[in-house]
């Protein structure tokens, strides 16, 4: 059985950080790329960060570069997002995801999500 369970998420006051964890199980992780997604109240989910279990790339949104940073334990099957520098914006319901064909922002290409963990940033 398939599971992705976000951790780490939690209250903290602006320029503050928080380190996301995504542990996986049950597919194979070294064929997939990995996906941070967020969603705020009453928006569209969107792409955070993604990185790659085959070759370690990574890609950055722009509201995330400079700020944010992924990074993955295969051995432990888990990715990490370090977040840094954290702002109001930022509150959200953060996401990963799994996608066998690749970087992508598209949701749609994503075969399994976790449920979520809430970051909120008080200004």
């Known amino acids: 059985e398939v599971h992705l369970v976000e951790s780490g998420g939690g209250l903290v006051q602006a320029g503050g950080s928080l380190r996301l964890a995504c542990t996986t199980s049950g597919f194979a992780f070294d064929d997939y790329t990995i996906g941070w997604f967020r969603q705020a109240g009453g928006k569209e989910r969107e792409g955070v960060s993604s990185i790659s279990s085959r070759d370690n790339t990574t890609v950055y949104a722009d509201s995330a570069k400079g700020r944010f940073t992924i990074s993955s334990d295969n051995a432990k099957k888990i990715v990490y997002l370090q977040m840094n520098s954290l702002k109001p914006e930022d509150t959200a319901a953060y996401y990963c995801?799994?996608?066998?064909?690749?970087?992508?922002?598209?949701?749609?290409?994503?075969?399994?999500w976790g449920r979520g963990t809430q970051v909120t940033v008080s200004s």
């Open positions: 995801g799994a996608n066998r064909w690749g970087h992508s922002w598209n949701i749609y290409e994503y075969d399994y």
